[in-house]
């Protein structure tokens, strides 16, 4: 099949999942095609036959760039050092260089308008529909026995930083302190809470113990309220609560809407984020991450990204083979497309599949090669329903949810989809549009441009 039936076929797929376009957006892909000459036109008038110095001398910084931070990631000693400069020094000296060749402001100038570009691009190709929102259903009936496991050292002591124990109780709670010495098997306080008649659940702590009681609570089909008193709170900001106000989230028990979510499962545990395989679980496993997280990495990583430590791993999603990945990240509903390999963070927890990024770099040439973005040879960004890790070890190291768990192989993660009824506040700041991937064939399809030879990339 040639170039220009996969870029048909691009453009009839993407005119029949989308929503028909608006003049506005019609006239913004124009516009951003308009953009992306206008900034080859200005390099190519003002900097003339140095504009091709300019592109090499730019992509020469940030090949070595890549390469110097998998060398600073790879090495120890003075080699690591070593590489940390050229890190450093690399693009001072292409800034340097177009300084000295009076090229600079021309530089500067095209990255703005091909960032314009970008941005119109962007604006272009979003939805003026909100299908990305998660459907809101009445929070009906209301809970009349709600029960609350609170973990007054989670998130710096935010439990009793913001009151919640008391707020919680004022609307008719019941509150349960994990305050003792001893640890708490909070799975059993769920269980016996919901045989007493407990008839909501809820969480004020980290996501690992979201985690747990959030499958009870959908094992017995009742509700559950996610309160953000933990320190990163993945789950609470992909379900758009007040990451800076906990006790905002117990608005839920008195006026709440619904959003039924997905659940991840891996070997039957629960997750509500994500699980990790390979360098990282190896690293937050290890007994000094938590005194000493900074210098404990960069001591395990030359080892992990040489293959002289942790297990080969192999995973199969849904018949996609990814082979030898020196990280596997495998996520309830896929992360957005902010970044290089996707991880921003997710819209919706309702699509009913697994976001899954595998990373596999073993030297400096592959680092250079993520240039290419999720074209790259070492990256793979799938959406499965089932994921299968094996490895040469008949145990590996896992990270769910943030906790490092062993688990025995082979590892099987699967969607339980809308499994979850989670009650949040009606008033809560909500998820932001997640940005568009720049498709240009939808965009030459919004523009009305003919196919010609060669593709603009921003």
Do not use: E, F
């Given at each position: 099949m040639d170039e220009?039936?996969?870029?048909?076929?691009?453009?009839?797929?993407?005119s029949a999942v989308s929503p028909p376009s608006t003049p506005a957006q019609r006239w913004l892909a124009r516009l951003s095609f308009v953009l992306v000459a206008l900034a080859i036109v200005f390099v190519a008038v003002f900097a003339e036959l140095k504009s091709v110095a300019m592109f090499a001398v730019g992509l020469a910084g940030a090949a070595v760039s890549l390469a110097a931070a998998y060398f600073f990631l790879a090495r120890r000693g003075v080699w690591r050092w070593l590489s940390l400069a050229v890190l450093i020094l690399a693009p001072a000296a292409v800034i340097a260089v177009f300084a000295l060749r009076n090229v600079l402001w021309i530089a500067l100038v095209a990255a703005a308008i091909w960032l314009l570009a970008s941005t119109t691009a962007r604006l272009a190709l979003t939805r003026d529909h909100t299908d990305w929102r998660m459907p809101e259903h009445p929070a009906q009936p209301r809970a009349?026995?709600?029960?609350?496991?609170?973990n007054p050292k989670s998130g710096g002591g935010k439990v009793e930083r913001f009151d919640l124990q008391r707020k919680a109780e004022d609307l008719g709670a019941e509150v349960f302190l994990m305050d003792g010495p001893e640890p708490v098997d909070v799975a059993?306080?769920?269980?016996e809470a919901v045989a007493q008649g407990a008839d909501l659940l809820g969480?004020?702590?980290?996501?690992g113990t979201q985690a747990l009681v959030a499958g009870i609570a959908a094992e017995h089909g009742i509700p559950f309220v996610v309160i953000s008193a933990g320190t990163r709170n993945h789950f609470a900001l992909d379900l758009g609560l007040n990451r800076e106000d906990p006790s905002a989230c117990l608005g839920a028990l008195s006026d709440g809407v619904e959003l039924r979510v997905d659940l991840g499962r891996i070997n039957g545990q629960v997750f509500v984020n994500n699980a990790s395989f390979g360098a990282y679980a190896e690293v937050v496993e290890t007994p000094a991450y938590r005194d000493d997280k900074i210098n404990t990495t960069l001591n395990l990583l030359p080892d992990l990204l040489q293959g002289q430590r942790g297990a080969r791993l192999s995973a199969q999603a849904d018949g996609v083979e990814i082979r030898s990945p020196q990280a596997l990240l495998v996520a309830n509903n896929p992360y957005g497309t902010g970044d290089i390999a996707g991880l921003s963070r997710r819209a919706r927890l309702d699509r009913g599949v697994l976001g899954v990024t595998g990373v596999k770099v073993r030297n400096a040439?592959?680092?250079?090669?993520l240039l290419r973005g999720r074209r790259a040879v070492g990256l793979n960004v799938l959406t499965a329903k089932k994921i299968e890790v094996t490895a040469d070890q008949t145990h590996i190291p896992v990270g769910v949810d943030g906790e490092a768990i062993s688990m025995s192989t082979p590892v099987v993660c699967t969607i339980s989809a809308r499994a979850l009824r989670v009650w949040v506040p009606r008033d809560r700041p909500g998820v932001p549009q997640p940005k568009p991937a720049i498709n240009w064939a939808r965009l030459r399809h919004l523009a009305g441009v003919r196919r010609t030879h060669g593709r603009p990339a921003l």
């Open positions: 220009t039936t996969d870029s048909a076929q691009a453009v009839a797929t993407a009349r026995h709600p029960y609350l496991i609170m059993k306080v769920a269980r969480v004020a702590g980290g996501d040439g592959q680092a250079v090669d």
